[in-house]
């Protein structure tokens, strides 16, 4: 009996496959649009990450771990940009749609009873 014939696949191929990109450190800006003007320094052994745009001087600080990269900071701000926004339209009181002037609320000291 005979061995079996390996398969001849390329050795070189596989490696290429799973080379990793790296990931992006210079983000767009939320607030002033300017493109690769947000950077994103990550302090493993402080245990915090800031991230500051040049441009118009905006700054968000976060904890981080050992598996926090820089994409996962700008991703966390993009969150809590999102979420102070919807805070700040949650509080006001949606204009009403009809034309009928809103009805008065009642006055404690009246005596219409």
């Known amino acids: 009996m005979g061995k079996r014939k390996k398969s001849s696949r390329k050795p070189a191929a596989a490696t290429a496959a799973r080379r990793r990109e790296p990931l992006d450190t210079a983000f767009t800006c939320l607030f002033c649009h300017h493109d690769k003007s947000v950077t994103v320094r990550v302090d493993r052994k402080e245990g915090i990450a800031q991230l500051v745009c040049r441009v118009c001087d ?26 102070a926004q919807k805070e700040d339209h949650g509080t006001r009181r949606p204009a009403a749609s009809s034309s009928r002037p809103a009805p008065a ?8 009873d």
């Not at 905006?58 to 809590?80: C, F, G, M």
């Open 58 to 83: 905006q700054r968000y600080q976060s904890k981080v771990n050992h598996l926090t990269e820089p994409v996962d900071i700008y991703s966390e701000w993009i969150d809590a940009a999102d979420a």
């Open 105 to 112: 609320p009642p006055s404690v000291g009246s005596d219409d």
